[in-house]
């Protein structure tokens, strides 16, 4: 879904449509998804990586449910129940498919090439909660577990890997 100015005006007049939208990331003209992806890496690489592993899964839960929310809000004034222009889900599935990643910057990118492979291939059960599970929990599952799947690869090939 293509959004005009005044459609995009509405949509960021409201809280939920920031922080649905990444504060923005979304809006991006071409792969937002994507766009939404590299964007998670500035609050992962400032804050998230030096956090303890359950402070990191703390906050990561507390973005999905806030994502959650926004995205009920969201899917709700815009009628359609995944709309690209949504991206928090791509920063909980990047956080996810990052939280055993090893410090070096070569994982980081890894853990990004690997999340948006799942994302957009969208494996069983990935594509089993895209398909059947709606509103605002259906546009953050599919994503959460692509990242969860995404970072289950990267930490076998980083245990492999020395």
């Known amino acids: 879904m293509s959004l005009d100015a ?85 920063f909980v599935g990047q956080w996810l498919a990052l939280a055993l990643a090893p410090p070096a910057w070569w994982w980081i990118l890894v853990g990004f090439i690997l999340f948006r492979i799942f994302d957009v291939w969208k494996p069983w059960p990935v594509s089993w909660a895209d398909r059947n599970v709606h509103g605002g929990l259906g546009v953050m599952l599919d994503d959460a577990l692509a990242g969860v799947m995404a970072g289950a690869v990267l930490a076998a090939v980083a245990h492999v890997v020395p």
């Open 6 to 90: 005044a459609q995009r005006r509405a949509l960021l007049a409201h809280p939920a449509g920031w922080i649905a939208t990444g504060f923005g990331a979304g809006l991006a003209p071409v792969a937002p998804g994507t766009v939404g992806s590299a964007v998670a890496l500035i609050p992962y690489w400032l804050w998230l990586r030096d956090l303890p592993l359950a402070g990191y899964f703390v906050a990561v839960a507390l973005v999905f449910a806030l994502g959650i929310a926004a995205s009920r809000i969201v899917v709700a004034r815009t009628g359609v129940q995944d709309p690209g222009f949504v991206v928090v889900d791509e």
